[in-house]
């Protein structure tokens, strides 16, 4: 993979349903989430959104998960610092398209099985 800039090493995923790419979602070590929100904040500037939340690990640790957004007309970029564990840090960037289109698919999903009552 590409260097980034991040020391810890990283993964990413891509989802395409209908032709071009819906997201891409990012992954790397916490102790890189510092670098990879400088790295938005260089391309993008300051996010939109910035909102703080405690988060408790199995064994009674308390952390404060950052979740950072940036929303533009096309694309939502979202930074969380802990995604599934104090280990993994994320990106996701999201078509806004996608958004919609999974927003109605689950409507539809759901009209469709109170059809069946």
Do not use: C, H
Not at 12 to 22: F, H, I, N, R
Not at 38 to 61: A, C, D, L, S
Not at 79 to 98: E, P, R, V, W
């Amino acid at each position: 993979m590409p260097s980034i800039g991040l020391f810890g090493g990283f993964g990413l995923s891509a989802m395409a349903k209908t032709g071009p790419v819906d997201y891409f979602y990012l992954t790397t070590s916490t102790e890189d989430f510092p670098r990879l929100l400088q790295i938005f904040i260089t391309k993008y500037g300051q996010p939109t959104k910035r909102t703080t939340e405690t988060v408790k690990t199995k064994g009674g640790g308390e952390f404060a998960n950052e979740y950072l957004q940036w929303q533009g007309k096309k694309i939502e970029i979202t930074l969380q610092k802990y995604d599934g564990d104090i280990n993994t840090s994320s990106a996701s960037l999201n078509t806004i398209a996608s958004k919609n289109r999974a927003v109605q698919d689950t409507g539809q999903k759901i009209q469709d099985a109170a059809g069946k009552l």
